[in-house]
């Protein structure tokens, strides 16, 4: 009998000891600074921005010299992509062959950098862009107008060095 009366009472403060340690903690932490964003209502001051190489969306790179985009629609991205998000429509022959479309869907991606890296003119790339986020699945479809005007801040691909 007392050693059952021992035990209980040893649980008891145990709980005690328990409950008072986790009250501590929360204690503690609710007097700590915020760290959480609350995406998308973030604070726009703190303009985060990802660390070179982040595989955010897309953009086509113009070459500023000739005037016109680098692609040379050989559709190399469009058959490595393994999840099949690329479509290029060219135009043209040899030389003179360019893109008249050129799709990517952003929301079947998978981030890989596969056709990034197997583009032989380094005319894709991926950049720091992470704002994706739309109400519509359609509106993932990035078309080539839309992938040539991100592409106008960029001359280079984007890649960790
Ligand atoms: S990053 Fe990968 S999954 Fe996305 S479009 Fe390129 S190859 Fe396809
Ligand atoms: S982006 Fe590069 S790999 Fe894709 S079609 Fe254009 S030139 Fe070819």
Redesign the pocket.
């Known amino acids: 009998m007392a050693r059952a009366k021992k035990a209980i009472t040893s649980t008891i403060a145990e709980a005690v000891v328990s409950i008072i340690k986790g009250h501590w903690v929360t204690l503690v932490n609710f007097w700590r600074p915020t760290v959480c964003e609350r995406y998308p209502h973030k604070d726009k001051s703190l303009d985060y921005k990802p660390g070179p190489g982040y595989k955010g969306d897309f953009a086509?790179i113009t070459d500023k010299e000739k005037g016109r985009l680098?692609?040379?629609?050989?559709?190399?991205?469009?058959r490595s992509c393994p999840n099949g998000c690329?479509r290029?429509v060219p135009e043209g022959k040899g030389k003179e062959r360019y893109?008249a479309e050129f799709y990517i869907d952003v929301g079947l991606c998978m981030n890989c950098g596969i056709?990034v890296e197997?583009?032989?003119?380094d005319?894709?790339t991926m950049t720091p862009d992470y704002e994706c986020s739309v109400h519509d699945p359609r509106d993932l479809v990035r078309n080539i107008e839309q992938l040539t005007e991100r592409g106008l801040e960029f001359d280079e691909v984007s890649r960790v060095k």
């Open positions: 086509l680098r692609c040379i629609a050989c559709q190399t991205c469009e690329i290029v893109p056709c197997v583009c032989p003119v005319a894709l």
